[in-house]
């Protein structure tokens, strides 16, 4: 029987193993460069595909109906407060959770832990990851944050609690999906072995032509030249470093983002910025990510660090490293891919800045109105003391102002989800101003001057212009309290009404006014410290543009601020 095979049948063969190999090889650049959505893996039993899933998180800002749990202790770790979401958490009533210590929910192995922590956070805001026991002593992973509160009855701790375990159990999922895909890598770089040997013992065998040679070369640049555009035009940073710690490619985003030049297509060199922690405290090399990866040989994931520039703001970012292995399983290198995620830090700051603001807030006339409340009740059989009107007038000062906050945050809220809604009907705004400044003129402070026609009339909501002009006749006289004289403007073209409120105060920094009508935004010009929770710039502004107008301030620093808003002089269809 004749065994040997001819030219052509060994051509074809050939042709076959190229092709596998070049399939190999896409597969491998694919799952190294990070650039595959799914890996499909065929064995005995058939194909099988492997995914790589995301979360995302969402919140709600009202303390009550956020997703997160919120408590406040006093000093000796007793628990103040607890919101509905703190109640879920541990599985228990509220009742059964307000006058608990806080450290009934740690666990014995962690209360010498827990303790040396509730030292540090009355000096300084710390954050940390723990396990909490609940009712039915199951244990629940949650990230802590907390940060000292100097209320008007001392100190207490605010903590905000987030469940991380759907969190724990995505990065569970996840890291099982690494595992598959770097067990299918292993698989190809086997598969890569073997056809590599294969197509060595056949170019040993067969006699190839010049032209053959030039069409793989020039496949093989082809590939080589579309995963470099796919490198180079990525919004993610790119970095790839080899076992001594040199970086050996950078795309054009990590460049930019890290301030790298490339003196070559090998050698670059990194601006003189710092590497921090997220607490900005410096951050050691051997914790750097790919480092981190290179020396353990353990992939990592969202791994938020901040980096400070010589000159410029501070930002975030969220970096993923795995190590690079060879044929053998040896590291030889790391790849890391990292993102700026400045903007969600902000929020996340942000959003823990408003609730210890608002607890703040909320708790000052609730102290009040309970001290009022109390007096009352010890002269409740001498209803002709003189001091009974005042408190009655204290408590209700206080009642207005918890209400006032209250319907900021609810006026907040409902813009956010677009639930504002307009009575329209035509409003003389001189009148709705002089409503407006009746209490200001009957305190004798400020001398109020409106400039107007006689009769300027839009057609708008008066409820929610007159809640507008309040607002900023209030802050002319909060802000600017040396300036006696508060000025009103009001003028109508064809097509515009303007309203214009100006002070003489000491005025508005240029950077802060960009930011002057944005949520929680609280701005002074000299450092001093008023209450209010940052809403009501804010909720004037989507009034404003719910009426399809516009908005805006005009100032300069001594000379006083002017705030305005417009309004279509004709209604709208």
Not at 12 to 34: C, K, P, Q, V
Not at 459 to 484: C, G, R, T, W
Request: charged share 25%; net charge negative.
């Amino acid at each position: 029987m004749n065994t040997e095979k001819s030219k052509e049948e060994l051509l074809a063969l050939l042709e076959e193993a190229e092709y596998l190999l070049e399939e190999a090889n896409d597969t491998i650049h694919a799952i190294r460069s990070g650039q595959i959505d799914a890996l499909i893996v065929k064995d005995d039993e058939g194909h099988s595909i492997f995914t790589l899933k995301t979360a995302d998180h969402s919140f709600r800002i009202f303390i009550e109906q956020m997703s997160e749990g919120a408590v406040t202790l006093n000093q000796d770790g007793i628990i103040l407060y607890a919101n509905s979401s703190f109640s879920e958490i541990t599985g228990l009533m509220l009742e059964k959770i307000i006058g608990q210590p806080f450290q009934r929910f740690i666990q014995d192995k962690d209360q010498l832990f827990w303790s040396r922590i509730m030292l540090n956070a009355w000096e300084h805001h710390t954050k940390l990851e723990l396990k909490l026991f609940t009712a039915d002593q199951n244990e629940v992973p949650v990230l802590l944050s907390l940060k000292r509160l100097e209320l008007s009855e001392g100190l207490c701790m605010s903590i905000i609690i987030t469940n991380l375990t759907v969190q724990q159990e995505n990065q569970r999922l996840l890291q099982e999906s690494n595992e598959q895909l770097l067990d299918a890598q292993r698989v190809a770089n086997h598969l890569n072995a073997t056809l590599e040997l294969t197509v060595e013992e056949r170019t040993k065998e067969l006699t190839i032509n010049i032209a053959e040679k030039e069409l793989v070369e020039k496949e093989l640049r082809t590939n080589q030249e579309r995963l470099s555009r796919v490198l180079e035009t990525m919004a993610e940073g790119v970095i790839i470093m080899d076992v001594e710690g040199k970086t050996t490619y950078a795309n054009p985003m990590a460049k930019k983002m890290l301030g790298i030049t490339g003196l070559n297509r090998t050698e670059y060199v990194y601006a003189d910025w710092q590497m921090l922690w997220i607490n900005g405290e410096p951050l050691p090399p051997q914790y750097y990510p790919i480092t981190n990866a290179i020396e353990t040989g353990n992939p990592v994931y969202d791994y938020e660090i901040a980096v400070q520039p010589i000159e410029g703001e501070r930002f975030y970012i969220s970096m993923n490293a795995a190590p690079l292995k060879d044929t053998d399983g040896e590291i030889i290198a790391g790849i890391g891919t990292f993102m700026d995620v400045t903007n969600r830090r902000k929020a996340i700051q942000q959003k823990d800045d408003f609730i210890s603001v608002a607890s703040h807030e909320l708790r000052t006339p609730v102290t009040s109105l309970q001290a009022s409340l109390q007096l009352m009740n010890k002269l409740r059989d001498r209803l002709d003391s003189p001091m009974l009107p005042k408190l009655i007038l204290q408590a209700n000062k206080s009642m207005d102002k918890m209400r006032a906050l209250i319907d900021d945050l609810l006026n907040a809220t409902n813009m956010t989800e677009g639930q504002l809604q307009l009575k329209k009907s035509w409003v003389v705004l001189r009148d709705l101003v002089d409503d407006c400044c009746h209490d200001i003129r009957s305190g004798g402070a400020f001398d109020i001057v409106v400039s107007c026609e006689p009769v300027v009339k839009v057609f708008a909501d008066a409820h929610k212009i007159e809640q507008v002009l309040v607002n900023f006749i209030s802050n002319a006289a909060k802000y600017a309290p040396d300036s006696k004289e508060i000025n009103i403007c009001i003028t109508q073209e064809k097509d515009v009404t303007k309203v214009t409120v100006t002070d003489h105060g000491p005025g508005i920094p240029a950077a802060k006014i960009p930011y002057i009508f944005d949520r929680y935004y609280r701005v002074t010009s000299d450092g001093s410290q008023y209450s209010g929770l940052g809403l009501g710039l804010y909720i004037c502004s989507q009034i404003i543009y719910k009426h399809d107008g516009d908005i805006g301030v005009e100032s300069e620093i001594g000379k006083g601020s002017s705030f305005w808003f417009s309004l279509p002089t004709s209604p709208i269809a």
